[in-house]
């Protein structure tokens, strides 16, 4: 008997490494979010509540880069197992999920041969205007026909880490 393991076994077992390993990171964001969201509910104070919102967006911020993560590693997950155990396709409570094939596309390996052998295949990039030139000009006191400097945009906020020293 063969010490390797099944192929559908190896596949389940793929599957569920990759989906425990995003779980993880998952369920700390997720714990992070609802605590802010509790202390938004909770606050009186004015203060109090914008510094749980800040808490919060931060929360939702890291969320989405960790679901954004764990969509593509799932993803890849599941493309490997369809493709390498040849199944059709399955459904989900909303959804048909099929393999696809990827597209053919343009691989360029040589474009001095081929704008020496094809220049009708060549394009020239239209003339594209210099920004920090024309600012330059403006902010002197120059007139650019066609360009304006702009009073500013819209207010923001900025949020900066913070280090907190234990010993100081």
Not at 28 to 42: C, F, G, L
């Amino acid at each position: 008997m063969s010490d390797a393991q099944p192929f559908g076994a190896r596949l389940s077992d793929m599957l569920l490494s990759m989906a425990e390993l995003s779980h993880a990171p998952l369920a700390a964001i997720v714990h992070a979010y609802s605590a802010a969201m509790t202390s938004v509910r909770t606050q009186d104070d004015v203060e109090a509540r914008m510094r749980a919102v800040a808490e919060l967006h931060l929360a939702a911020a890291s969320a989405e880069g960790a679901f954004k993560a764990a969509a593509l590693h799932t993803r890849a997950a599941l493309t490997t197992a369809m493709h390498e155990s040849g199944a059709p396709g399955l459904y989900t409570d909303h959804h048909h999920v099929t393999p696809t094939e990827g597209a053919r596309r343009l691989i360029l390996t040589d474009t001095v041969a081929l704008a020496g052998r094809y220049p009708d295949l060549m394009v020239q990039p239209p003339p594209e205007p210099d920004k920090p030139e024309i600012t330059r000009r403006l902010k002197a006191g120059q007139v650019v026909e066609g360009a304006t400097l702009s009073n500013g945009s819209e207010p923001g906020i900025r949020f900066t880490s913070i280090k907190i020293r234990l010993n100081p």
